[in-house]
């Protein structure tokens, strides 16, 4: 046994076994990095913009592989688009590394809407930025906050605190304008529908105060204001004056005979001359 293992064919047939081990190694190890470009660097091609399966071609073909990471929200670019990538494009990376997505949702994410009555305009200004939602229309109204937020609409609809609403979104502002100082004369409604009398306040920057209903009424826009206050004209007859941003209470029916009467002027005495007695 021992002469065998000291024989020279022994150890040539050893010597021999050692270097083919280490060609089969040496070539696996080539392959290997052929097959895993193990050290090879490549630019990050740009796929901001394109759709994910786009940008899954382009990257793939360069050696790389992709992962989507998450996902935002911007209505003004496409949907399922990609927003970022890391590592950003033309930075020079290893080949076969994962570069991460981020792309822009399909739909846009609902969120809740805080109550902004009472705040200032600016303050809201900055929470819907934070919000992703918009400022839309502001119209000013007389009221004695002047400044502050008076009524919140979406869609031109008056929206309550906590209401979902798609991200993006524009919210409309009523701001306070304050009080007018100067007077004017209160407007007649009487024998107008509703929805007239509206406008007509609407016009005169007055505010639409109590609404009192007689009688089932099925469409309140179409109903008539039988009664108001305050009313045109006094007791006396002489007309009653009104400021900007105050508020006219009135009565509505579907019957329009229940008008109260429109208070005549207050006639004009007209001046008899005077008799001059002659002696």
Do not use: C
């Not at 790389?64 to 911007?74: A, G």
């Not at 009688?215 to 309140?220: F, H, L, Y």
């Not at 305050?230 to 007859?237: A, F, I, L, Q, S």
């Amino acid at each position: 046994m021992f002469q065998f293992i000291t024989k020279r064919s022994f150890f040539i047939n050893l010597l021999v076994a050692l270097l083919l081990g280490l060609a089969i190694v040496f070539v696996f190890f080539q392959l290997l990095d052929s097959i895993t470009q193990h050290g090879k660097y490549a630019k990050v091609p740009s796929v901001k913009g394109k759709t994910i399966e786009d940008a899954t071609k382009v990257l793939e073909a360069q050696g790389f592989r992709v992962d989507v990471q998450d996902s935002v929200y911007y209505d003004s670019l496409p949907k399922l688009s990609i927003v970022k990538q890391s590592p950003q494009p033309e930075e020079l990376v290893k080949v076969n590394r994962t570069i991460y997505l981020t792309i822009n949702r399909a739909e846009a994410p609902l969120v809740s809407l805080p109550n902004f009555v009472g705040q200032t305009y600016r303050s809201v200004q900055l929470q819907l930025n934070t919000l992703g939602l918009k400022l839309g229309d502001t119209t000013t109204r007389p009221d004695f906050a002047v400044g502050s937020v008076l009524e919140q609409l979406y869609n031109g609809v008056a929206v309550k605190p906590g209401a979902k609403i798609p991200m993006g979104s524009r919210i409309s502002l009523v701001i306070g304008g304050g009080i007018k100082q100067t007077e004017s004369a209160v407007p007649l409604l009487l024998g107008l529908t509703f929805a007239e009398a509206k406008v007509v306040l609407e016009s005169n920057d007055l505010l639409l105060g109590a609404v009192v209903v007689d009688g089932a009424i099925a469409d309140s826009a179409s109903a008539f204001i039988i009664k108001q206050n305050p009313p045109v004209r006094d007791d006396e007859g002489r007309p009653i004056r009104i400021r900007g941003g105050q508020l006219i209470d009135v009565w509505i029916s579907t019957d329009r005979s229940k008008m109260d009467s429109i208070p005549k002027p207050k006639a004009v005495m007209e001046k008899k001359p005077e008799t001059v007695n002659e002696y």
